[in-house]
């Protein structure tokens, strides 16, 4: 089973992700991991943001294995930040 996760990794990226559970490994798999990206205030100041594949290049199904070396953090979403990554990669409005 996987859940919605936040990581922010030594990279500085920020990314949100399917976290599959963990396992006795050094080693995280992500799904569909997407990077996190600030867009201008819009005319109200309100700062906005935009998903962008983590890797731009791949299937939009990708499962990718990183080390836990890399990661700094780890945290749940918003509900709106979580809401907004499964409309992403479903094509669903929730």
Do not use: C
């Amino acid at each position: 089973m996987s859940e919605i996760k936040l990581f922010k990794l030594q990279s500085s990226d920020e990314i949100i992700a399917r976290k599959q559970a963990d396992t006795q490994t050094n080693t995280v798999v992500l799904e569909q991991p997407m990077n996190i990206v600030r867009v201008p205030p819009d005319s109200n100041g309100r700062i906005g943001i935009i998903f962008v594949p983590w890797i731009v290049g791949a299937n939009d199904d990708v499962e990718v294995t990183i080390s836990r070396d890399h990661i700094l953090a780890e945290v749940d979403p918003k509900d709106s930040i979580e809401k907004s990554y499964l409309s992403k990669i479903t094509g669903l409005t929730l």
